[in-house]
């Protein structure tokens, strides 16, 4: 089991362009999610998925687009970058929501830098 | 407007001594308070959880504090090792929607 998978492990990226943060995970969870890390602000949720072809919005959706496809993936889309997006980006699931199994299963992260 | 606010922001302690992190919630709906530990590099970890039906939860030298009626809860880090050197985030829930806080960043020194 490798768990959750998160690449890249660190991305630098120009003011204006686009990338997709990546996010596997092999354990059959229903509920992914993408989280944001920044000095002094712990972490923020970004987008939620609890199930194939059903996502929503976070605490810090806006520049940010998501898709669910498959139960296995959850990609992060950068429309645009902005330095203000330079962060530390995690990928965490979870085998289901709102239930008593709600241990988040976290990836190693993304290290992104807008310049 | 922060929903899980966490003190201290950094905290050192000597090995063998007690390390004691704070956190305040504002939504009385959340029903799930769990505390996850993050070595540099790594991704945040479950430690401990509580649920605000009990005022107490140890697992090992891990023990959760939770008064509902303050909104509070707290972690203690018994016998603390240099081991726990971490940063540490609370955390509160309610069906999807989880904010943590801004994490402490726990030095033990040998």
């Known amino acids: 089991n490798a768990g959750v998978t998160q690449t890249p492990k660190f991305q630098v990226l120009k003011t204006g362009q686009s990338m997709t943060l990546q996010c596997a995970q092999d354990m059959n969870h229903e509920y992914m999610s993408w989280y944001r890390q920044d000095p002094g602000m712990g972490l923020r949720l970004i987008h939620y998925?609890?199930?194939?072809?059903?996502?929503d919005q976070g605490e810090v959706p806006n520049g940010y687009n998501v898709s669910r496809s498959t139960t296995e993936d959850f990609p992060l889309r950068l429309l645009s970058a902005a330095p203000s997006q330079t962060s530390v980006y995690f990928c965490?699931?979870?085998?289901?929501?709102?239930?008593?199994?709600?241990?988040?299963?976290f990836g190693s992260g993304t290290q992104l830098s807008v310049l | 407007q922060q929903q899980v606010k966490q003190s201290p922001q950094s905290l050192i302690v000597q090995k063998g001594g007690i390390s004691i992190i704070n956190c305040a919630y504002e939504?009385?709906?959340?029903?799930?308070f769990p505390w996850y530990q993050q070595f540099p590099g790594k991704g945040p970890a479950l430690l401990i959880a509580?649920?605000?039906?009990?005022s107490e939860k140890k697992e090992g030298r891990f023990t959760i504090s939770f008064n509902k009626s303050a909104k509070q809860f707290s972690l203690h880090i018994m016998d603390s090792q240099p081991g726990d050197s971490a940063t540490y985030f609370c955390?509160?829930?309610?069906?999807?929607?989880?904010?943590f806080g801004a994490g402490t960043r726990l030095t033990v020194k040998p």
């Open positions: 939504n009385t709906a959340f029903d799930y």
């Open positions: 509580i649920r605000p039906d009990v």
């Open positions: 965490a699931s979870s085998y289901s929501w709102g239930s008593t199994n709600e241990k988040l299963f």
């Open positions: 955390a509160a829930s309610i069906l999807d929607d989880m904010r």
């Open positions: 998925s609890v199930g194939a072809g059903i996502t």
